[in-house]
């Protein structure tokens, strides 16, 4: 797994605020990325019509 955006996303934290998560639609799918604590990151991946918001509330209650 590439963490090199969210790195690089982390690095501007300080300027605009800590990433909550990242949402990729394509044709087929959708893709949410987010941090579970600084050292893990989640993949979700989803048909088009789903729920993101739901999806993404949902996943902030998960616990390493």
């Known amino acids: 797994m590439d963490l090199y955006p969210w790195k690089t996303r982390s690095t501007l934290a300080p300027k605009i605020g800590k990433g909550?998560?990242?949402?990729?639609?394509?044709?087929?799918?959708?893709?949410?990325?987010?941090?579970?604590?600084?050292?893990?990151?989640?993949?979700?991946t989803t048909e088009p019509e789903a729920d993101h918001l739901r999806i993404i509330e949902r996943a902030r209650t998960l616990k390493l």
């Open 20 to 44: 909550k998560y990242v949402l990729a639609e394509y044709e087929k799918i959708k893709r949410i990325t987010m941090s579970l604590g600084d050292e893990h990151l989640l993949y979700i």
